[in-house]
């Protein structure tokens, strides 16, 4: 198992660099996270083994449970939607967040992080195709709320996040990776400064979101296999 998991590992890195090269940008322009939900603590430690040292979790309880027995160095990413009931919880485990999408729930881990002296860097979560199912910003939304979210203490917000729709080919997110990009430009015309952060693309389409300006890609089953469906 660790030699498979240490051989994806450097698969995907290769080709993270690869595409980050044709998207026209110095070969670390995107970083890789590891998304290391549903695995055990002794499955990430074969990633971390193998040089590896920022993961993804989807929930917060699992990471409590799995953080404390892997190393203190690691740096740990919350990917996908934050409950308001778990950011008390979540910040002081989580160095990035990736799934704000209210000014509310902005509003409430900036009191927090304030309080707690932390500083995380922030995704703004974005639901690009409006689907019900799924949380994020609408892109108006997001417009109107900017200046105040800029504004908040406490949090380092870095740029956009997106899970685009369900598609059968890599090539058809394109569009969706594109479109969160525009945004983001859109955004930092508005806001008048910078927000670099992409965090765009998994598994099966972490390439195309690098061509469209990733910098970075969320990627679980292309490193460990098939998580068993929950
Ligand atoms: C599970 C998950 C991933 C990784 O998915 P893979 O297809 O296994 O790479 C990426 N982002 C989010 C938000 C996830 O929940």
Known sequence: ??????????????????????????????ELLVVSKTW?????????????LSFGENKVQEAEGKIPDLPEHLRWHLIGHLQRN?????????????????????????????EL???????LQVNLAAEERKAGYCADQLKS??????????????GLMCIPPAVSHPDDARPWF???????DHLEEKGGRQLPGL??????????????????????SAIFGKRDAL
């Open 199 to 220: 965090s765009m693309g998994m598994s099966g389409d972490y390439e195309v979101a690098i061509e469209e300006g990733s910098t970075i890609v969320r990627v679980g």
């Open 178 to 184: 594109a479109q969160l990009r525009e945004l983001r």
């Open 145 to 158: 709320e900017l200046d105040e979210l800029l504004s908040l203490p406490g949090l380092n917000i870095m």
């Open 40 to 52: 055990p603590a002794v499955t990430v430690a074969e990633v971390v083994a193998a040089g590896h």
């Open 117 to 123: 002296d932390l500083n995380p860097d922030i995704y």
């Open 86 to 114: 778990k950011a008390r919880k979540a910040l002081p485990l989580f160095d990035v967040i990736h799934g704000i999408d209210s000014l509310k729930l902005a509003r409430y881990c900036a009191n927090i992080a304030t």
């Open 1 to 30: 198992m660790a030699d498979i998991i240490a051989d994806n590992l450097r698969l995907v890195n290769e080709r993270v660099e690869q595409a980050t090269i044709r998207s026209g940008r110095d070969a670390g322009a995107c």
